[in-house]
């Protein structure tokens, strides 16, 4: 908490998708919610450990300002 932290996300999960010239881009940063993927109640101990009876609200900021630049690098043919 309160530390910044840079994030990788390569490699990461992908979906190619073709855009039509002049379309715009969204970046939605959001916990998974899926059964898929092992949920994080945000309690700062071990994941695989934690269950909702100590789930916390988590709170995720993106820096992207002259002092924290923040940049997505697209794969664009």
Not at 25 to 49: E, F, H, P
Request: positive net charge; hydrophobic residues 40%.
């Amino acid at each position: 908490p309160g530390e910044l932290v840079p994030c990788d996300f390569n490699p990461g999960l992908f979906v190619a998708r073709r855009l039509m010239k002049g379309s715009r881009l969204r970046l939605v940063v959001t916990a998974v919610n899926s059964i898929l993927w092992q949920k994080n109640y945000c309690s700062g101990g071990i994941v695989a450990d934690e269950t909702t009876k100590y789930a916390h609200t988590c709170n995720v900021q993106v820096y992207h300002d002259a002092e924290h630049p923040s940049a997505i690098q697209l794969p664009l043919r």
